[in-house]
């Protein structure tokens, strides 16, 4: 039976200092099973389902009436399992990302069997993370953790561009946010339809900011005028 998994891969700056962290930690303390991980936060999952058409439908449905779903990265944290302790940068979502994923889980919860417990949580107790190391760490993990906690940590900012479904490890689809439509395998892997994404993203902004100038030089009214004219001949 096929295996799945929901997931956000990080993109840009956040997806190059995720990386960079990944290869320095590896290599300083010889951490394996890293090297060619994507940088992601995991969403819902892994998984199995005996209707794939209506898991992609739910997920569809869900997706397109969001609008800009924004989080930060915030840092470093940790899972102290007795065995297998797991060390991530942590996520702090809005709340329009909180929302959406405990939707997500909602809407896919009956018709799926999650091996994640994660999955069968409320909006707020949901711990969003990515991973930067996890695999034989436990007698090193007082040296990466001491290690970490000496570096100043930028404020990466980052828009949900794209929601990943993984089948088997491998992209079954992908929904762009900014052409509000499903991608196949073919599509997301497509670097002209990554730059038009990007180019989407770019224009947005550059309208949200002229909205903005406008707004900040919209014409006093009459009243602002007079009061000014007060004011100048006191």
């Known amino acids: 039976m096929a295996h799945y998994l929901i997931e956000f891969r990080l993109r840009g700056f956040a997806k190059r200092y995720s990386q960079e962290l990944i290869k320095e930690i590896g ?9 060619d991980r994507v940088s992601h936060i995991s969403l819902y999952g892994p998984f199995t389902t005996n209707d794939e058409r209506k898991m992609v439908s739910e997920i ?13 990265l915030k840092g470093f944290n940790y899972f102290n399992n007795p065995k297998n302790k797991v060390i991530y940068l942590d996520v702090a979502p809005s709340e329009s990302f909180k929302l959406f994923r405990y939707e997500l889980a909602s809407k896919l919860r009956p018709i799926t069997k999650s091996t994640s ?3 069968k949580k409320n909006k707020d107790s949901f711990e969003f993370h990515s991973t930067i190391a996890f695999k034989d760490i436990d007698n090193k993990f007082n040296g990466i953790w001491n290690y970490l906690s000496k570096k100043n940590v930028p404020n990466i900012r980052q828009t949900l561009l794209r929601l990943t479904i993984l089948r088997n490890g491998k992209i079954l689809n992908e929904y762009d946010f900014l052409h509000k439509r499903l991608f196949n395998r073919r599509q997301a892997l497509n670097k002209q339809l990554w730059f038009r994404t990007i180019s989407i993203l770019k224009q ?16 006093r009214g009459l009243w602002d005028k007079f009061k000014s004219l007060l004011v100048k001949f006191k």
């Open 27 to 35: 290599r300083k303390f010889r951490v394996r099973g890293m090297k």
């Open 60 to 72: 569809l449905n869900l997706c397109r009436r969001q609008d800009r779903i924004y989080f930060s």
């Open 117 to 119: 417990n994660e999955d």
């Open 204 to 219: 947005k902004a550059h309208q949200q900011n002229g909205k903005i100038q406008i707004k900040q030089t919209k014409p």
